[in-house]
């Protein structure tokens, strides 16, 4: 089985910045990519961001130019780097992970708990 444990989220003011953290842990034979999602209240989850292992990155339009995703391959950990954050950034944000766990699929995600990122003054 595998864990997603998401850290880094809080209460910020406009234009401020947030690093959010995300590692995996157990039955990990590889990782395919790694991502970010938010869902804010009343809205769809969307994804934020995402990575590859190799460093391909997508990212949001909305995000593009202030969120930065990077990868720790030997840590197993994702990151996100957000700036100039504003209050349509709040949201609960959830990791995501592409992996293979050692089943026949060798795709499988699994998601974390999410964390709260609240944008206000």
Known sequence: QVQLVESGGGLVQPGGSLRLSCAASGSIFSINAMGWYRQAPGKQRELVAAITSGGSTNYADSVKGRFT?????????????MKSLQPEDTAVYYCNADLWDGG???SDDYWGQGTQVTVSS
Do not use: C, E, F, R
């Open 69 to 81: 995703i990077s990868i720790d391959n030997a840590k197993n950990t994702v990151y996100l780097q």
């Open 104 to 106: 026949p699929s060798m």
